[in-house]
């Protein structure tokens, strides 16, 4: 019983994969799956070329769209990185967005009730806050998973709407501006507690952040001891065991590190970008991060690259609103992207080739 | 008539990706012979034997059943034809009963059955062919001696006429070998075939009429057993003269190296698993575990790494307690460990070569990082003195062939300077080759003063390469034995539960 589909084609597996060939079939892969969502576009009766161009347009077309790609990016790119950290160890942490609030949470606990710090106290302490609020809210996942092998996918992903909910009390509720109209918002941070930006755009100096945190867990997982362990368990835990790494420490060090770290997303979203707290303040940054560390294939770099990327089709999906195109098309674009590229994971591992008669 | 093959398989080829799993096998089976299908692991005996029993489809060749030229579609149309296969792992469901599991075989079976009249055709078989088995038994109370039966009977039950066994050896007795043989032999005289997969040539050598050699996929060649030797087989399966036996000189020392005082311990099931073991481990020699799969071996080679923990009892090293200490301050003491599942315990299956050959020595490094160049350099360096062959060193290591990994693997635990190597079947599913290499170097290294706690299920080695046996049963220590004053069925008792003080009063 074989394959008659193939015709005078087979599908054979190898062993090696090299640095060109995983390159081109990642490119291949996201231009089918532009070129994939383009067609509904066209079902629906549009121009899917205009589309393209379009959102090409909104988020490179000017400096000012390329800013806003950039602004985009941050969140994203922090976001991408705490969670590879939890990937690497094959802990599936959905739960970045919930940390993000978390961590928005904890940095805006000091903007507003100790805004008489000076900005060289206020802003270390706000980013404190956020990697500690982002981390402990992973630790709540990760504790169950260490000591009971509790499955940590559900119950991260759940502990988002908590964080979420837990957002719009404070924002309908207590923390609410007595004269902002009734609006659910914070009142604004004070001027000590809102990261510079370069110039007139709205690029935060935050994106250093966005370089150190990646160099540095480019280097971690790379050459540091702790990395190593990462990798190991990642790979295989009875032989974590075997080296005699602790698991249950582990499972706790790294959620809390990758928690950590989408909470210094969110501080640096409010007080870089938003300057305030809202209901909402993520379309949904740590999910995307999740796309984007698959994509990336967890390396800390080239998830930079494809947060630039998907900063920049959220740029074009906010413009497409104006321009009769919903901008939901921008989620389609994405998972039409991701499906094509982990079917092209296929690729690495066998090659097409003419059967010999 | 009497001549034509009950099975003949014609040419036989099929191909997997990168491999030719079997290449033009010729192979038959007259009715009423015991055939043995001889080889080393990855020669093509299991392929084979999957094609005739419908789960391959040749790529090429043609099956005749009884002379007719016969195309399997799928299992069930090998079933029809009367063969029938009892595999490595058995498939039977735990908490059902004996009968229960066979009904479950049982095609068209109608809405209502009778499992009363399943039992009584169960009990007719068994005894028919000397196979007793209690039909109402639940399969999780059987030995696997027995649970072997009742796939046997199942067999019968189906109407099977070519009874294929692979490796049935492997997980019995030498006394529950022997049964097995009995019923094998009631069962051609009947007028039964069967083909007996192997890779023991002393089994295979006593025990059958004619033997099919494969090697690399090919038919080497069929022979008359009474006609042939163990050397000639052993020529044939390797294709070249095997180097002479081994000698074991015993170079035991004085200084005990490692002690378990009483020690019990939990299986991975939480029941206990080890009951009060007490053992010494002596430099300089090689200690011998035997027993029956599943016994409790597994878990005091965890006790002495240090990977599992002692429930009640003590254990020292040289002399000083360390029931507490975890598997990093035993790596530390000197105590390497060569577990069973050497490509997910012993090795991180994603990780390259060189990031494996780092997975005892990482924490030596000073500050917080690992350094590489030096790891890289002590790679090259074993990979070079034990011969290791490696398509890339950048490649995940699950891509090596097993004989690789085990010697990769034994490197690395030789060169970290241990006092105590903990080796848990290491040498099963190598091929004669890497075989020979892995005894060759347990010994060396005792003879260097290491010791060694060896875990094997394989008496021969055993016997050859151990200065004692310990034969374990149902988690305790049934005896100690000396190599070369014991015997197979001394020590195939013992492993079946007999005690070694009952066994020389009785």
Known sequence: MKLKLLGSWEIKKTNSSSALKKFGISVTSIVLGLLFAGLFVLITGKDPLELYSEILHASFGSIYGLSETLVEMIPLAICSLGVSLAFRMQLWNIGAEGQFYMGAFGAAYFALFFSDLPTLIMLPLMLLAGFICGGLWALIPAIPKAFWNVNETISSLLLNYVAYFWMAYLVYGPWKDPNGNNFPLTKQFPESATIPVFGNTRISYAIFLVVIIAVVMFFLIKYSKWGYEISVSGSSRKAADYAGMSYVKNVLKVMFLSGAIAGIAGMAEVSGVLHRLQQTISPGYGYTAILIALLARLNPLSIVLVSFMMGALLVGGFSLRTSGFPSSMVSMFQGSILFFVLAGEVFNNYHLVRKKV | ?506
């Open chain 2, 1 to 506: 008539m009497g001549n034509t093959p009950m099975v003949e398989m014609r040419n036989i080829s099929k191909e997997f990706p990168g491999i030719l799993a079997n290449d033009q096998v010729s192979f038959d089976v007259k009715s009423g012979e015991i055939h043995a299908l001889l080889g080393e692991n990855g020669a093509g005996k299991s392929t084979l034997m999957s094609v005739l029993t419908g789960l391959y489809h040749p790529d090429g060749g043609q099956i005749y059943i009884e002379g007719k030229k016969t195309e399997f579609s799928s299992p069930k149309d090998a079933v029809n034809c009367g063969i029938g296969m009892v595999h490595q792992h058995f498939k039977l469901v735990q908490p059902f009963t004996v009968a229960e599991n066979i009904m479950l075989s049982i095609k068209g079976l109608k809405q209502i059955y009778n499992l009363k009249e399943i039992e009584q055709q169960i009990i007719k078989q068994s005894e028919a062919f000397g196979l007793s088995i209690d039909p109402k038994a639940k399969i999780w109370q059987l030995s696997v001696g027995e649970q072997q039966r009742v796939e046997i009977i199942k067999l019968l039950l189906l109407g099977a006429q070519v009874l294929i066994l692979d490796e049935p050896t492997a997980v019995l007795t030498p006394q529950e070998a022997n049964a097995l043989f009995k019923t094998l032999l009631k069962m051609i005289e009947s007028g039964k075939s069967v083909i007996l997969i192997s890779h023991k040539m002393n089994e295979v050598l006593e025990n059958t009429d004619r033997i099919t050699v494969l090697r690399d996929g090919k038919s080497i060649g069929t022979v008359d057993t009474k006609n042939t030797n163990e050397k000639e087989l052993a020529k044939m399966m390797v294709g070249r003269n095997i180097a002479d036996q081994l000698i074991k000189k015993s170079s035991r020392k004085q200084d005990k190296i490692f002690s378990l005082d009483n020690v019990s311990a939990l299986g991975n099931n939480g029941l206990l698993k080890l009951k009060s073991i007490s053992l010494d481990i002596y430099s300089g020699e090689i200690l011998g575990i035997a027993g029956v799969d599943g016994n409790g071996q597994k878990e005091l080679a965890e006790v002495v790494a240090g990977m599992r923990s002692v429930k009640m009892g003590s254990l020292a090293f040289c002399g000083k307690d360390y029931t507490k200490s975890g598997r990093k301050k035993r790596m530390n003491l000197g105590i390497s460990y060569v577990p069973e599942d050497r490509m997910t315990t012993g090795l991180a299956p994603d990780l390259n070569a060189y990031e494996n050959m780092a997975l005892n020595s990482y924490c030596s490094y000073r500050g917080a990082f690992i350094r590489w160049d030096k790891v890289k350099k002590d790679t090259d360096r074993l990979i070079q003195a034990f011969d290791v062959r490696l398509a890339s060193k950048a490649n995940p290591v699950k891509m090596m062939s097993g004989g690789n990994i085990q010697k990769l693997l034994l490197a690395r635990e030789i060169d970290s300077a241990p006092l105590l190597i903990v080796a848990v079947y290491p040498m099963r599913g190598l091929d004669i080759g890497a075989t020979d290499y892995v005894k060759r170097l347990l010994i060396e290294q005792s003879e260097k003063g290491k010791a060694v706690l060896l875990i094997s299920e394989d008496l021969e080695d055993l016997l050859s390469m151990t200065d004692r046996i310990i034969v374990m049963h149902g988690g305790e220590i049934m005896g100690v034995v000396n190599p070369s004053e014991t015997t197979r069925e001394e020590i195939g008792l013992m492993m079946a539960g007999k005690r070694k003080v009952d066994l020389h009063e009785a």
